[in-house]
């Protein structure tokens, strides 16, 4: 069975200091995707990346990076020089491939609550 | 391009009653798939649907059941409310078909059971 581990339930960092979001997940398939969502307290889930288990390149989005190691079944999310507007509660989630028909269901960590300081 | 678009955003519903929350995802999507968001059980799987099928579904008794119409507009139905049904349901959509594709969430419905 699937399932994502987010070990660190609350972070609080000072502005402008960089944190990293552990995520590491358990997979029997050879194909499967990997994602990053952020939560407002407004609720909704915004989508911040998706990567394939056969894409092991690291990612960088302006201050937001990702590093996939598949030795490690890890995923884990940087936020370099971390502003408040990234306080919100941070999801990894993880899909399989069951077959070409397709499979949409999502398989969620519990979350880290990040707590910037001004 | 509008995204997942829930309804209502908030209700208050009674014990016993039933309620229906609606999605429309984004335009030429075909998935849909529910979500409930408790402190307790944290995100867990409802359902999802595809071009008006049922492709997968998770661990939830009978009360809880979904269907899709052909615009792909997507509805969920929770009869005989219980208190522990409060919680928020997120709808997500994405285009379907293969595995693998980015999947949209709307800001959700906040059900509340008194």
């Known amino acids: 069975a699937q399932k994502v581990t987010q070990a660190q339930t609350e972070i609080s960092v000072v502005e402008k200091e960089d944190v990293t979001l552990d995520c590491v997940y358990e997979?029997?398939?050879?194909?499967?995707?990997l994602f990053w969502y952020k939560q407002p307290p407004s609720g909704e889930l915004v989508f911040l990346i998706r990567?394939?288990?056969?894409?092991?390149q690291n990612e960088i989005s302006g201050r937001y990076s990702w590093n996939f190691q598949k030795s490690t079944s890890s995923f884990n999310f940087t936020i370099t020089a971390s502003q408040v507007v990234d306080s919100a509660v941070y999801f990894c989630?993880?899909?399989?491939?069951?077959?070409?028909?397709?499979?949409?269901?999502?398989?969620f960590g519990t979350g880290t609550r990040l707590t910037i300081i001004p | 391009k509008a995204g997942v678009t829930q309804t209502p955003r908030y209700l208050i519903k009674t014990r016993g009653q039933q309620v229906t929350l609606s999605c429309s995802p984004i335009?030429?999507?075909?998935?849909v798939s529910w979500y409930q968001q408790t402190p307790g059980q944290g995100l867990q799987f409802l359902f999802e649907?595809?071009?008006?099928?049922?492709?997968n579904k998770g661990n939830f008794p009978g009360r809880f059941s979904g269907r899709q119409f052909s615009n792909s507009r997507s509805e969920m139905n929770v009869s005989t409310l219980e208190l522990g049904d409060s919680a928020l349901y997120l709808c997500?959509?994405?285009?379907?078909?293969?595995?693998?594709?980015?999947?949209?969430f709307g800001e959700g419905s906040w059900l509340t059971v008194v």
């Open positions: 997500a959509s994405s285009s379907g078909g293969r595995s693998g594709n980015t999947i949209y």
């Open positions: 997979t029997r398939d050879t194909t499967y995707y």
């Open positions: 990567r394939n288990s056969f894409d092991e």
């Open positions: 989630a993880l899909s399989e491939e069951i077959s070409n028909f397709g499979n949409e269901k999502l398989t």
């Open positions: 335009s030429g999507h075909r998935s």
């Open positions: 649907y595809f071009s008006e099928t049922q492709r």
